[in-house]
Nanobody, 121 residues
Framework: QVQLAESGGGLVQAGGSLRLSCAAS????????MGWYRQAPGKQRELVAT???????NYTDSVKGRFTISRDNAKNAVYLQMNSLNPEDTAVYYC???????????????WGQGTQVTVSS
């Protein structure tokens, strides 16, 4: 069993930055691929970024060049550095864990509870 807890959300002005953290408890964090999702009001949950157990990363087009996903296996944590934020980034952000690989069908094994990010114009 793995528990995920996000933190670092908040209110920021457009153009600002936030760093989200996701702390994992439980077994073998280094064997989980990790992902960040977001869900804005009235919209479907959207995959933002992923990182494999080997450290390879992938991003949705709208955040490329602005967001960076990273992981620290020693701390059982994954991060999402978000720069140049704009109001369209406003959403609840969730982290997710997938055993050994990024799932192809969004069927992650574990999810966090989410953290709110609000970007004011």
């Amino acid at each position: 069993q793995v528990q995920l807890a996000e933190s670092g959300g908040g209110l920021v002005q457009a153009g600002g930055s936030l760093r989200l953290s996701c702390a994992a408890s439980g077994r073998a964090f280094s064997r989980f691929a990790m992902g960040w999702y977001r869900q804005a009001p009235g919209k479907q949950r959207e995959l933002v970024a992923t990182i494999t157990i080997g450290g390879s990363t992938n991003y949705t087009d709208s955040v490329k060049g602005r967001f960076t996903i990273s992981r620290d296996n020693a701390k059982n944590a994954v991060y999402l550095q978000m720069n140049s934020l704009n109001p369209e980034d406003t959403a609840v952000y969730y982290c997710a864990a997938g055993w050994y690989r990024v799932p192809s069908n969004n069927q992650w094994d574990y999810w966090g509870q989410g953290t709110q990010v609000t970007v004011s114009s």
